[in-house]
């Protein structure tokens, strides 16, 4: 297909594939790189982005745990201090009571009125007597003394809000309380109640008592201290009710992030506080909030502060928590594990939008590179098609004007020249077109200038063979006015002028001389030798030389100036019309054939002379027969015996025998074309080798002398 | 036709092989020529010659006009019966040394 492609396709082909190919190499190569360079981005940017938030989520997670359980810790601090405050009341009271007794002569006091001798909401100091104990000078002089505490009961109650009231018991049965409220139950006996039997087992100190909830059903807690008189026996027991509803609310308050929210456990790990503590069915056991793992409760038992994570309430949560000392109660802040894992989602979140952004932008700028990448490859391929057409326009143009030149140069038009525009390959073309040209208009006038010397050689050889013809006797019946013979010749050069010649001639009324010759080698030389050989033979012939002489002679003549060493071979006879008598000689030539009337033909064999012409001096011989009338005598060159077939085979004595024997009863005339048959039948194909010259003779009658 | 020229020290041999004819007869011509410009004397042998035309004859006559002139000789041998009758015919073995 490649090879039918016009030379112009074929370089805009090569061009393009060049170009294109090399930029869409490129092109793809560089985009693939930027596609892996993507990839590899973006990878890159998911890994950031994973490990980031990972890492952020660890890091905020850690942070949340220390900043829970450091709130915790706090709020427990706190609340534990609040605590703390109170029950240093009941001691400050303890001591207060202590010096109290020890110092009974110092205090005067006052009477106390009963509960219901005060007025309900104004704090002041009153007391009862538990049931069975008589109001004795004693009882009554124990009562002032102890109205001497509402100077520090007072400022006391002031002072924390948190506190309901302080009161006391003591053994003798009496019950002394400072507070706002003035109610009061005729059987309480202080000295049964748990308040002050706790404090009375404890060994030293102020005990914090359970919680209960008060007559409005706030949460409260009782701490309660037992005094001793002057002696060190135990005389009572302080105790106060503190109202830790606010406490406990202001922590409940605190507000923890999103859902966090805190909330107080008591020793045994039941609810005192949370958010949903006011709700009716709300279960106050921790256990039954937390999940399947139960590890949680022995951790927070066991340990002082510290977080664990656990299942609370169906939610993934973060418990932190914290104890308070004073009472052993838990803190505890809760969070869902989400919530504090959000950030680091978001983060996630966050990176993931920038690295999908970042992608986005980058596939934007890959499409803005691919769309001028595809402009570009327009560009360049426009560019190189034209350039190509170009390139290729100014290689086939003058190879396409070097065409038509060549037609018509193929038209004959030899002055037409090529145009050398450039110094490339199709220049030298040009060139060597334009040499060729030369050339050949110079070998065409050579070859004209040859074939018209040849021609001319042609033609003057034409004229020496009609010359040559000419010079031979070819008018039959050559002597029309003799009826004593008929003779009849012919020649058939092997070349245009031959060396062979024949010659018949009356030399006078009687006599009529016969010359069969054939001279060495052929063409012009030949044939300007025949003529030389033939003039001298007739000249010498016609003097009436008997043949051995004309023949000396004439060898003599030729041999004087035969430079080119030419030589012919002569068969000459002289008859004599009259008697029949044939006087001849041969210098080196065929033996004649003869026909007895009635008979066959025969060689007649006699001993030759030496050719004549090649060596001076040379002696010739003259033989003699006697022809009568019906003999027939026939001369020949050796064209004719040599004669040759293609097989190589000569034609031979006995086949020219044969063929003059076939004919024996022609006149001489059809005997030689009888003859010129059978020789060329013989010879076939081959080429005429040597000149074809024979003459027959028929002797019809003697002349009749005595009509004379 | 081919001709081999051998230098047998007192004389050239010529093995001429093929017909000598109008074609070939300068070609022995020349041979004959240059044997003799190396020897006076020359042998020419004509074991393979089946036939000899006028020109061949020439040639001979020229070689044997050569050795006259050279004061040499020049010989056929081998001379077969078809080249024995032309040159009987010719005349040729009157003049030329035949062995």
Known sequence: MLKNMKIGIKILLVILLMSLGTLLIISVNSYLQMMGLTREFQEVNTELGDTASEDSKEALQEQMEENLVKLAQKQSQISNEKLI????????????????????ELFIGHDLPFPYETEDGVACAKYMLAPGVQSTDEIQKKVRLLSNCEYVFGPDLENNSMMDNLYLGTHDGIYYRYSRSNLYNPDYDPRLRAWFLAAISEKEGSVWLDTYQDYYGKLCVTCAGKFRGENGGVEGVLATDVTVQDMLDEIVATKIGESGYSFVLDSQLQYLAHPDFSQENFDKSLRNHIGEDTDVLKEIRANASGIVRADLDGTESYIAYATLEETGWKLGVCIDV??????????????????SGAQQMVSATLSTVMIRFIIFFAVVGIFVIMLSFAVSGTITRPIQKLARNVENIGQGNLDVRMEVESGDEVGELAQTFNRMLEDLQQYIQNLSRVTAEKERIGAELDVATNIQASMLPCIFP???????????????????????????????????????????????????????????IKNRAQLGEAPDAALAAVNDQLCENNEADMFVTVWLGVYEMTTGRLVYANAGHECPALMRAGGEYELIRESHDFVVGGMEGMPYTSHEITLYPGDKLFLY??????????KEELFGEERMLAALNACAALRPQQTLHKVREAVDEFVGEADQFDDLTMLAMEVRAYTDTSHR | MNIIATDCESYMRLIVDGRVDTNTSPQLQQAVLSAFQKKKDVVVDFLNV????????????IGQKTAASKGGSMKLTNVSEIVMNILDMSGFSKILQIE
């Open chain 1, 85 to 104: 405050r109170l029950r240093s009341v009941i001691d400050g009271g303890v001591a207060y009571l202590e010096n109290l007794y020890a110092n009974q």
């Open chain 1, 338 to 355: 989400d919530e504090v894992v959000a950030p680091s989602v978001e983060l996630k979140q966050k990176i993931d939008g920038i690295t």
């Open chain 1, 478 to 536: 050559a002597f029309p006015e003799y009826s004593e013979f008929d003779i009849y010749a012919s020649m058939n050069p092997a070349k245009e002028v031959g060396g062979d010649f024949y010659d018949f001639f009356l030399v006078d009324r009687e006599h009529l001389a016969i010359v069969m010759a054939d001279v060495s080698g052929k063409g012009v030389p030949a044939a300007l030798f025949m003529v030389i050989a033939k003039t001298l």
């Open chain 1, 637 to 646: 060159t050796d064209g004719v015996p040599e004669a040759t077939n293609a």
């Open chain 2, 50 to 61: 089946p036939y000899i035309s006028s020109a061949g004859l020439r040639a001979l006559l």
